[in-house]
């Protein structure tokens, strides 16, 4: 049923003319951002080396004028310097609701204090050294700023470096590779500004202790300085004067102007004047909704499924219908923060949160990511059939031993437990660690828990009717982690994908080849080693033709803890190619081979003294 529809349409090429333009200022305004940053970077890194000393300071300084005093350095640093505030009011002013999470208010607010302590570096340096030709070298410029001017100075180098980072985050923090570099990334972010400080402090006072004449300041370049000074401001907060009463004026207008219906599935029915985009709209009612990267299409967090009205929209711009092309999007659906309704529409939230204040929308957890990780998935066999035997308080007590040494054993290796059930449990390794030192410390927990096994049936073997036994399955590869949340349940981590899915198949394999650990050869691969007491194996996995290589352990493998600790990511290569020709396997049915026992009280052989050929399974 559509609804009704109300009032005038706007053209639909207007809206897409008013698409392209948002897309390409977004994008200039993400280029100029970087170029100031960059420039940024390599002045405050300039500054560091002033712990070194004042003179090392001005060498450094002869490479970085090299780069941004030449012709196309100048035009790229003072055409950003112009283009990127203009387009970041261009953007502040497209706002149609100025509630937002309290870190977009901050970089606004940034954005807006930093020319008041800018426009005097910028004249009292730049244009005042080209004008009067007086020396812009370190040892000249620290002793007009310091110490009068310290305070400033270094209060205008955290506002830049702080507005630079909250920019470079919101860009990042969609990636899935950012959570590996999230915490070096923080590092150097911290790291920079505090030895550029340290490196100003200590050149500065260098530099006033020089035996130099003091410097000449005539009339006419105070004169100049303050016009210059004057000038730039007024311009600047001129042009924020207009732009506010560019918003007044248009804020008055659609308010008088006819409105239009928004239908918000399970959130009810509002009606509004055009021109807020629907993430704007879900700010503005309070609607949870989910914002990762705070409405700069650079995600798809906030993407909804049009019902009704989507004929009307206009067509995506090219940086949405790029991501929605990225996440193989449905018809009909769109990027909430994107699409501003002109006629009468009805949305569903796809990926809402809960609402963490009457101000504020909840944005996805940052931790969320894809990552390569070695998941672990282990159950006790014949549990049935012992539970009926046992009474319920030993049953219990057996299971809470049972769980006590599991999760010893993986927290041992640098492991985490996902998930609990029944008999059996999950567990992920590489959440801290490198691949390498992740297999390893995977194979090495499951030797441990398949030994705490065999302790736990010496200690009950008077009240078990039947040997605990345990298959372990164990396999590399990509997997999503993060975390659900509810009120009634709390918050828990979890680890989802076929990485898992795999390695719960190799642990139901053990069954059939009467082995306690089926490890897949990806996994050994990553690890960089071999296991004598390794069978090469075939496991057919469901919803694959051909089977995947494995290896069985029928005893618990040896690992030293010198190897665990010393393992190296050179296996990496080689779990490639064993993951192709995995990939490239027989196809064939599997049978039902055990893996051979090995007799008691003899030498293990070896794979060279076996050299088994692999077994279907």
């Given at each position: 049923m ?25 994008d ?40 941004w ?33 309290v ?68 860009i ?5 590779s ?19 400080l ?35 401001k007024?311009?600047?907060?001129g ?6 009463i560019?918003?007044?004026f ?5 308010r ?27 700010r503005?009612?309070?609607?949870p ?10 995600c ?29 999007a449905?018809p ?22 809960k ?6 929308a ?7 990511a ?9 159950d006790?066999?014949a ?53 390498a ?9 499951a ?9 736990l ?60 650990i ?34 069985g ?13 010393d ?20 196809r ?24 088994p ?5």
């Open positions: 559509s609804l009704p529809q109300t009032g005038t349409k706007r053209s639909p090429g207007f809206d897409a003319g008013m698409n392209q333009v948002s897309s390409w200022s977004r200039i305004r993400l280029v100029s951002g970087f170029i100031l940053l960059a420039f940024a970077t390599t002045h405050f890194l300039n500054h560091a080396v002033g712990i070194a000393g004042l003179a090392a300071m001005e060498q450094v300084q002869e490479w970085r004028y090299a780069i005093h030449s012709w196309p350095g100048t035009v790229a640093l003072y055409g950003a310097l112009i283009v990127h505030p203009l387009f970041a009011l261009v953007r502040v002013a497209q706002r149609r609701t100025f509630r937002m999470p870190r977009e208010i901050l970089q606004i607010a940034l954005g807006l204090a930093i020319p008041l302590l800018l426009v005097d570096h910028i004249v009292s340096t730049r244009i005042i050294g080209h004008y009067f030709h007086i020396d812009e070298s370190y040892h000249a410029v620290l002793r007009r700023l310091w110490p009068g001017h310290a305070l400033a100075q270094s209060l205008l180098l955290l506002l830049v470096w702080t507005h630079g980072m909250i920019g470079l985050h919101f990042l923090r969609s990636r899935d950012y959570a590996r570099w999230r915490d070096p990334f923080l590092l150097v972010a911290i790291l920079i500004p505090v030895l550029a340290i490196g100003f402090s200590v050149a500065a006072r260098e530099a006033v202790q020089m035996a130099l004449p003091p410097e000449a300041r005539s009339d006419a370049r105070s004169a100049m300085s303050n016009w210059h000074e004057m000038w730039v007024s311009s600047f907060f042009l924020v004067g207009a732009f506010a560019f918003v007044a248009r804020e008055f207008r659609v008088t102007t006819r409105a239009i219906t928004v239908r918000f599935v399970g959130h009810g029915v509002r009606k509004v004047v055009p021109g807020p985009t629907v993430l704007e709209l879900f503005r009612f309070n609607i909704h989910a914002a990762l990267c705070g409405g700069r299409a650079r798809a967090t906030c993407r909804v499924l049009v019902l009704d009205g989507a004929d009307e929209l206009p067509a995506p711009g090219p940086n949405e219908a790029k991501l929605l092309r990225r996440i193989s449905p009909r659906v769109r990027l909430a923060c994107q699409i501003r309704p002109r006629d009468d529409l009805q949305v569903q939230l796809l990926l809402a949160s609402l963490g204040s009457a101000i504020r909840v944005e996805l957890d940052s931790s969320i894809r990552r390569g990780l070695t998941v672990m998935v282990a006790l066999r549990f049935s059939a012992l539970s009926e035997r046992q009474l319920p308080h030993e049953l219990i007590g057996l299971l809470n031993r049972f769980f006590d040494e599991m999760a010893q054993a993986i927290i041992a290796h640098g492991g985490r437990i996902d998930a609990l059930y029944g008999d059996g449990f999950m567990a992920v390794f590489g959440l801290e660690a490198s691949p030192k992740a297999a390893l410390a995977s194979i090495a927990a030797g441990d828990i398949v030994r705490a096994v065999d302790a049936n010496r200690e009950f073997s008077a009240a078990l009717p039947l040997p605990l036994r345990i298959g372990i399955g164990i396999h590399t590869g990509q997997a999503v982690v993060g975390a659900v949340e509810n009120d009634s349940l709390g918050r828990h981590e979890i680890t989802v994908g076929e990485t898992v899915a795999i390695a719960s198949q190799f642990e139901a394999a053990t069954r059939r080849v009467l082995a306690d089926v490890v897949s050869e990806t996994t050994v691969a990553v690890t960089g080693r071999s296991f004598a007491e390794a069978v090469p194996l075939k496991v057919m996995i469901k919803g694959r033709d051909a089977p995947m290589a494995a290896y352990f029928a005893r618990t493998p040896r690992i030293d803890a010198a190897d665990e600790a393992a190296v990511d050179a296996g990496a290569v080689a779990a490639q190619g064993a993951t192709q020709d995995a990939g490239n396997g027989e064939r049915a599997p049978t039902e081979t055990p893996i051979p026992a090995k007799p008691a009280g003899r030498r293990p052989k070896t794979q060279a003294d076996q050299k050929e692999n077994q279907d399974v």
